[in-house]
């Protein structure tokens, strides 16, 4: 039935109103097209406010104390209010036949029984549902109680009430016993269930449908057995010969005082009225007496027929299926309706009356019984049917196994009678199609309308492939000349398999350019078929530079073994593994370097992978690198350690050094790291530097030692680290003090006193040149300083033997000379 959306308000719990949207049904002869599109554009101008409230009211009422019918507690439930129904519902007659107020037992029995239902109505005003219309699920307890309020509650309601109490309650009045069967209201949960049970295909169909029809015919003689019994009690006990069951004598076994005699007994008696009345067979032995039962027997005799003949018809159901012609002639009834309604010219009638009825000669449709089944199950089926068709196109000479595959599995099979018409020249075409059987013909129709046959389609022959590739016209008209079957493939799902296979993609262009080598519009067209290989190798590159830098292992190896290049860079120059290697995806790097990526490939920038995990500290993808032959040779190595002193990087500025990158690297200033630290003051940095073996003595362009930019910020401690630093590199490395002074001359200070002396004797000293010579330099102080010492000595009090020791800018002493040292 037509519907259309309306816009209602309710707030059951809620301060703020919220909006929902309920489904108004429509006349049927109130709607039209012009309607539907109305009402569509309706649903299409909702605003988002009114979409907002919705989706907050759905979420409130999700939060409250809502069961959903998927519930596992609430299907055991249901399981055990069923096996209630089936008792509630075969009891009821029964108690209303045979019973005239319960026994203790029993009582109880059904005041629990009642208490159960009780609680069931309780559940339902909880119990999500879904929209017969719209099929959502709905969860507003406002709604969910209006539905259970409008349609059983009443019912449920009346039949939970102890009607056996409320009977011996009212003095043992007749009517209200009547009431008992609302409680037969029960049996829609048992028809319920077996409705399920017929969905449910772990059981036999068949079995399923039959012991729903046993239950139905014992159920209707159940009842018309307990109401046979029920007419014989209503009349006086004097008049108990004049009933059905009073005035029956079999054989020796007389009913005239039936109430005296075994409920089971009586119970069976009745039930064996019921049921040769229902079959009609009449043996006669028992039979209607007065007019109330005369009156009952022709109403349950009347309704016996509409069951018999419904049981009947669905066991003949079972057991006959509708035939193929019967469906071939309902089908072809519609058919002439649509063809007469719309006014269709012959040729097309005819071909739509071939068409149809091909698809019963030749079982067309039996492809179709699958359309239900699981995907998997589907493409295994057409990979056994069409898979040895496929491989021998020679369109696909040369594909993977798996580029074959997700073609199959994607085919459609069609039939077609001899003289229709596939594809006409200049159409666009959105279809490729593949010769299973049969024979076509490929034909180029001139300006002036005369044909001509340029090629026959056989067996593993296909076409459409040039117009779908190239995205051009068809070239030329395909007309079946003989019965065939044909195997079809849309462009969409074809284009989307060659994108994911690019190499297999590369491999039907160039199949297709060599198996129409001889016609001139294809060699033509070689310009855009390379084309879309450029745009589909840059499209494919970006993809794997895409998962690399995402860490999508699964699609990158789906990528890289439909393949793609593993060592494909981007605008930038950087391949997949520098994107991994910048992100630390371990298993990524792991994977591309197993593919043969290139591990030491340089980016426009000269960074290399490990350049790119070292800087991020990604130090267990850095030793990964190494383990596989990387190695970590920086262009500009001075420039990189200098920006990294500059930035205060100095997890980046440990990981370089300890992979072996020279700490005494300059830059285009001819400066060293530790120029840069002992400029900055950075004594922590410039101390990792002297710890890996970087120079004090390294001169930048203008002359400048790292002491000297030291001496220059005036950072005391760097002094004292850079003094330090200076003479334990002498120590070590002697000759560097040589190559020193034969290139540089060496200034020092000299003072006349001793480093150790008193404050008050100390005098100001004087710069000098360093001579080739302690005695020189000895000599040189005395005359200027008009001192009369012999000895040179550090600031230590250390004496010094040789002017090699003294480094340039030293501080030296030239004690007076006394009695005590030996020396005039």
């Known amino acids: 039935m037509p519907s259309r959306i309306v816009e209602s308000r309710d707030s059951p719990e809620r301060e703020e109103e919220e909006e929902e949207f309920e489904i108004e049904d429509l006349p049927e002869n109130g709607s039209s097209m012009g309607s539907r ?17 919705l989706v907050n009211g759905f979420k409130g009422c999700f939060g409250r104390f809502i069961i959903t019918p998927d519930n596992r507690f609430y299907r055991l439930w249901t399981h055990l209010i069923l096996l209630w129904a089936v008792y509630s519902s075969f009891f009821t007659p029964l108690e209303f036949g045979f019973f005239r107020g319960l026994p203790q037992k029993l009582l109880l029995l059904d005041i629990a029984g009642q208490f159960a239902f009780f609680v069931d109505i309780f559940i339902h005003f909880f119990l999500a549902f879904r929209d017969a219309q719209t099929y959502r699920m709905v969860y507003s307890p406002r709604r969910i109680a209006l539905r259970y309020l409008k349609s059983g509650f009443l019912m449920d309601l009346l039949a939970c009430l102890p009607w056996d109490i409320i009977y011996k309650a009212s003095g043992r009045k007749e009517e209200v016993r009547y009431f008992l069967w609302i409680r037969l209201c029960r049996v829609r949960k048992i028809t319920k269930f077996l409705q399920t049970l017929e969905k449910d295909i772990r ?57 005296e005699i075994d409920l089971l007994k009586r119970y069976l008696t009745s039930l064996y009225f019921a049921i040769i009345t229902m079959a009609t067979v009449g043996y006669g032995d028992i039979h209607a007496v007065n ?21 009947i018809g669905n066991m003949t159901a079972l057991i006959v299926k509708g035939s193929n012609t019967e469906r071939y002639r309902d089908k072809m009834t519609e058919l002439i309706k649509y063809m007469n309604r719309n006014k269709l010219v012959k040729d097309i009638r005819n071909q739509i009356k071939g068409h149809v009825r091909l698809q019963y000669d030749i079982s067309y449709t039996d492809t179709n019984v699958l359309q239900d089944m699981p995907i998997s199950i589907r493409a295994k089926v057409s990979q056994s049917l069409y898979r040895p068709y496929i491989e021998k196109v020679p369109l696909f000479k040369g594909c993977s196994s798996e580029f074959i595959n997700q073609i199959v599995v994607r085919l459609q099979e069609e039939f077609f009678l001899p003289g229709e018409i596939i594809m006409e020249q200049g159409n666009a075409v959105d279809q490729l199609y593949f010769v299973s ?26 076409f459409g492939e040039i117009a779908v590739l190239c995205n051009i016209p068809q070239p030329y008209t395909v007309r079946v000349s003989e019965l065939s079957r044909l195997l079809r493939l849309d462009k969409q799902s074809f284009t989307n398999i060659m994108q994911i296979y690019f190499f297999d993609g590369r491999a039907v262009f160039k199949n297709l350019l060599e198996g129409n080598e001889s016609t001139l519009q294809i060699k033509q067209l070689e310009s855009d078929v390379s ?14 530079n895409n998962a690399a830098f995402h860490g999508d292992l699964h699609h990158l190896k789906g990528l890289i073994r439909a393949g793609a290049d593993p060592n494909k860079s981007d605008y930038d120059g950087r391949s997949p593994l520098h994107h991994a290697a910048s992100k630390g995806y371990e298993d990524v790097c792991q994977f591309l370097i197993q593919e043969g990526a290139e591990i030491d490939r340089r980016d426009k920038f000269g960074n290399t992978p490990m350049l790119e995990a070292i800087r991020n500290g990604h130090d267990r993808v850095a030793a990964l690198m190494v383990k596989n032959g990387a190695s970590l040779s920086l262009e500009n190595a001075g420039s990189h350690l200098c920006q990294a002193v500059a930035n205060g990087d100095v997890d980046f ?21 530790l120029h840069l630290a002992a400029a900055e003051g950075l004594h922590v940095i410039a101390r990792i530097l002297l710890e890996s073996g970087a120079s004090v003595f390294t001169e930048d362009r203008w002359g400048n030692t790292p002491l000297d930019e030291a001496r220059k910020c005036g950072s005391k401690v760097m002094i004292k680290l850079l003094d330090d630093a200076k003479f334990s590199e002498l120590t070590e490395f002697p000759e560097r003090l040589k190559e020193i002074h034969k290139t540089h001359p060496v200034r020092c200070t000299v003072f006349p006193f001793h480093p150790w002396g008193p404050r008050e004797g100390r005098r100001e000293g004087i710069v000098m040149w360093v001579p080739r010579s302690i005695e020189e330099l000895v000599k040189a102080a005395q005359e200027k300083l008009g001192c009369s010492g012999w000895r040179i000595l550090s600031e230590d009090g250390g004496r010094i033997p040789d002017v090699e020791m003294i480094s340039d800018g030293q501080k030296l002493y030239l004690p007076a000379a006394t009695s005590s040292d030996g020396h005039p």
């Open 37 to 53: 599109f109305a009402l569509l554009g309706r649903q299409l101008r909702m605003r988002t406010a009114s979409r907002d409230r």
């Open 203 to 259: 059981v036999n169909y068949l079995f399923t449908r039959i012991i729903k029809l046993i239950a139905v015919e014992l159920y209707c003689t159940h009842t018309a057995a307990c109401i046979f019994y029920y007419l014989a009690t209503t009349l006086p006990s004097s008049m108990e010969g004049y009933t059905w069951i009073g005035s029956l004598q079999l054989g020796e076994n007389s009913y005239k005082n039936f109430r």
């Open 291 to 311: 007019i109330r039962e005369m009156v009952f027997v022709m109403i349950f005799v009347s309704f016996d027929m509409i069951l018999g003949a419904y049981l």
């Open 437 to 462: 059987h049969g024979v076509l013909d490929g034909v180029a129709i001139a300006e002036d309308g005369s044909e001509e046959t340029i090629l026959q389609l056989e067996a593993d022959c296909s």
């Open 531 to 544: 084309f879309h290989i450029g745009k589909q190798e840059a499209e494919l590159a970006l993809k794997v």
């Open 653 to 673: 500025l440990k990981r370089v050094l300890s992979n072996g990158v020279d700490p005494n690297s300059r830059d285009y200033d001819h400066r060293t790291p």
